[in-house]
């Protein structure tokens, strides 16, 4: 028993620091599909750098999914307010964060990131690449932006790293 709740605490840790790691990553590479998007949009020609850059893009989001989904089942957090009960944790900004607003907010933004990839994949000219990888990554890293733990939300309690 004990070694069971000490395996959990040391995935938590692994997943947390994982998950916690990996946003910077993939910040970089979705600003970078992003950057390239606008600066080559009207006449620049979509190279494999630009193929890379989205292709890891959603690579990196749906590992962060993987591990966010990991971190749902086992977060004190996410337990607490599943215990409160949705009644009593929708009415608590953090719970409520922990419970709804960060997942629903995430999977908006990977959603959005997943469809550009495609989008541009069977788009037929490469300015129209650029075009729908510029709409769709940025109305993504918007989403993500906004129901990220913000170390300046004190109510969260986070950190930069
Ligand atoms: C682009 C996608 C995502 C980004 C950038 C992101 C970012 C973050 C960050 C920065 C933290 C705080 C880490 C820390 O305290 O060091 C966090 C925590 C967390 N995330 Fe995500 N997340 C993403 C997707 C998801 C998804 C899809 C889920 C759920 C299915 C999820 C569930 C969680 C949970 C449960 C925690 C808190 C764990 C705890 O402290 O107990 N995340 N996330």
Redesign the pocket.
């Known amino acids: 028993m004990i070694s069971f709740v000490a395996q959990t605490e040391n995935m938590?840790e692994i997943l947390?620091?994982s998950?916690?790691g990996l946003?910077w990553i993939?910040l970089a590479v979705v600003l970078g599909a992003i950057f390239r998007a606008f600066t080559n949009m009207s006449s620049g020609k979509f190279t494999p750098l630009d193929d890379k850059l989205s292709l890891f893009s959603l690579i990196f989001?749906h590992i962060?999914?993987l591990?966010?989904?990991g971190?749902?089942f086992i977060?004190?957090?996410?337990k607490a307010a599943m215990e409160a009960g949705m009644g009593v944790a929708m009415k608590d900004a953090v719970m409520r964060f922990?419970l709804v607003e960060?997942?629903t907010g995430?999977?908006i933004?990977?959603a959005l990131i997943t469809v550009g990839r495609i989008a541009a994949k069977k788009a037929a000219t490469d300015q129209a690449k650029f075009k729908k990888i510029a709409v769709f990554f940025t109305l993504g890293l918007l989403v993500?932006l906004a129901t990220?733990?913000w170390p300046f939300r004190e109510a969260l309690g986070?950190?930069w790293?």
């Open positions: 938590y947390l620091r998950h916690s946003r993939l989001a962060q999914l591990l966010g989904f971190l749902y977060s004190p957090f996410v922990w960060h997942l995430m999977l933004g990977i993500i990220i733990p986070r950190g790293f």
